[in-house]
């Protein structure tokens, strides 16, 4: 019987019983559904105590009072101005909102028009109402 150990059954069974009583002590009950569960499941520490929500109102950042970026004249920029403005708002625009969030309003519409429908050729901004406002494309 060469390469077997033989265990005394009292030590095993007492090494086993020590360790299963510490895991026990040692054990955190994560929930999975809190709001659920700890109202049936939970002990009546856990159901005294308060869950606070985070709905994201305190993280959403509040907008400069400052004034308006000027619309540049190089085509490069435009376009990174124009795409960063349809990625931050998360909505669709049209040219005309795009355009006024610049110190010359309304007078870059065409070009802030122009800029939207280079983007829509390329793919990379979609639209739903046949090209009147435009949206970032997040998905292919």
């Given at each position: 019987?060469?390469?077997?150990v033989?265990?005394?059954?009292?030590?095993a069974?007492?090494?086993?019983?020590?360790?299963?009583?510490l895991?026990?002590c040692r054990?955190?009950?994560?929930?999975?559904?809190?709001?659920?569960q700890?109202?049936?499941f939970g002990?009546e520490?856990?159901k005294?105590?308060?869950?606070?929500?985070?709905f994201?109102i305190?993280a959403q950042p509040t907008?400069k009072?400052?004034?308006?970026p000027?619309?540049p004249?190089?085509d490069?920029?435009?376009?990174?101005l124009v795409?960063?403005?349809?990625?931050?708002?998360?909505?669709?625009l049209?040219?005309?909102?795009i355009?006024?969030?610049?110190?010359?309003?309304?007078k870059?519409?065409?070009?802030v028009?122009?800029v939207?429908?280079?983007?829509?050729?390329?793919?990379?901004i979609?639209?739903?109402?046949?090209?009147?406002?435009?949206?970032?494309?997040?998905?292919?």
């Amino acid at each position: 019987m060469q390469g077997t150990v033989s265990v005394p059954d009292q030590g095993a069974s007492s090494l086993s019983s020590r360790a299963i009583s510490l895991a026990i002590c040692r054990l955190t009950v994560r929930w999975l559904r809190p709001d659920y569960q700890i109202p049936r499941f939970g002990s009546e520490k856990e159901k005294a105590k308060q869950l606070e929500a985070d709905f994201g109102i305190a993280a959403q950042p509040t907008e400069k009072a400052g004034p308006k970026p000027a619309f540049p004249p190089d085509d490069i920029a435009q376009t990174g101005l124009v795409m960063n403005g349809l990625i931050s708002s998360g909505a669709a625009l049209d040219a005309g909102t795009i355009a006024s969030s610049f110190k010359q309003g309304r007078k870059v519409m065409p070009a802030v028009s122009s800029v939207l429908v280079s983007l829509y050729r390329m793919g990379l901004i979609s639209t739903a109402d046949g090209g009147k406002t435009f949206a970032y494309r997040r998905a292919a």
